[in-house]
């Protein structure tokens, strides 16, 4: 089955306590990205790969980081997390990122750093 | 800049009703048109797409047509189910990057 696979789902982690969320796609995509939900603002992009070794920023990327080292996996690194971080993310990926492709979504992760 | 807004909700309504959830943009460019949807505990899917002026998207019962004129997409559904229950975004992208630019979404409510 095609899917997009985030762990963990939930986490609740405390400040300063260094943290990563994996993300694996097994349908062969070029294009993943990470994105942020929060009530009322929608969803923001935080970073995206266009390819393997190839991270772009996105709107929010400040407090994130991520690497690209396998075609599937995108994880998601807080190096020191803070309680603005506290959020929904998500995973997705896309066969090119060219805007006709739709995006594939993961289930989602919910973070909260007290 | 770019960006989409959404009509805020949540928007109720009775099983069987007919549903719009209003979506107006701006965009330097031209747009490709998305809406997609959150079921409760689970990431986004797309529901239909347009990528030019006046073409409809429909899937599942729904439609969008993308109105340049009013430079909006929004999202119609003659008889909702309660099934229907979810977070609905519209989004769009510009073929010169390759991000989709979001509204703040819409949660929707059927009660039987």
């Known amino acids: 089955e095609a899917q997009v696979t985030q762990n963990p789902r939930y986490l609740i982690t405390v400040t300063g306590k260094k943290l990563t969320v994996t993300c694996s796609q097994n349908?062969?995509?070029?294009?993943m990205s990470w994105y942020r939900q929060d009530p009322g603002l929608g969803l923001r992009q935080i970073y995206y790969?266009?390819?393997?070794?190839?991270?772009d920023k996105g709107d929010v990327p400040e407090g994130y980081k991520v690497s690209r080292k396998e075609k599937r996996n995108f994880p998601l690194i807080l190096e020191s997390p803070s309680p603005n971080q506290t959020s929904l993310y998500f995973c997705?990926?896309?066969?090119?990122?060219?805007?006709?492709?739709?995006?594939?979504f993961g289930d989602g992760t919910r973070l909260s750093i007290l | 800049g770019d960006s989409v807004t959404q009509m805020e909700g949540p928007v109720t309504l009775s099983e069987e009703a007919f549903l719009t959830i209003n979506c107006t943009y701006t965009a330097t460019g031209y747009p490709s048109l998305f809406w997609y949807v959150q079921y409760p505990g689970e990431g986004l899917q797309l529901l239909l797409k347009a990528t030019k002026a006046d073409d409809k998207g429909s899937n599942k019962g729904f439609e969008a047509t993308y109105r340049k004129e009013t430079t909006s997409f929004h999202l119609e559904k003659g008889s909702v189910q309660v099934s229907d229950s979810a977070v609905y975004f519209c989004a769009l992208s510009l073929d010169s990057n390759y991000q989709l630019i979001w509204g703040a979404g819409t949660k929707l409510i059927i009660k039987p």
């Open positions: 997705a990926s896309s066969l090119t990122g060219d805007s006709n492709q739709p995006q594939h």
């Open positions: 349908m062969n995509h070029e294009y």
């Open positions: 790969s266009m390819n393997v070794e190839v991270t």
